[in-house]
């Protein structure tokens, strides 16, 4: 049996990693993404976005 999260399209090899993926703000923000009907964003996309908010964010402190 495949295990998935429905919100990040992504699987999982067994049940603890897809509980510690459930805890990572990549997945809080599609399941938030996907609560206001977002398409989900990718792993690599929400680290890149992430990198760049924080980014601009260091530019004004």
Not at 2 to 12: A, G, L, N, Y
Not at 23 to 47: I, V, Y
Not at 56 to 61: C, G, L, V
Request: hydrophobic share 30%; charged share 30%; aromatic share 12%.
């Amino acid at each position: 049996m495949e295990i998935r999260c429905s919100h990040c399209q992504t699987t999982f090899a067994d049940r603890k990693e897809q509980v510690s993926h459930y805890h990572l703000d990549w997945h809080r923000n599609n399941l938030r993404r996907s609560l206001a009907g977002k398409t989900p964003l990718t792993e690599d996309q929400f680290w890149d976005e992430s990198s760049r908010l924080l980014s601009i964010t260091k530019e004004f402190f």
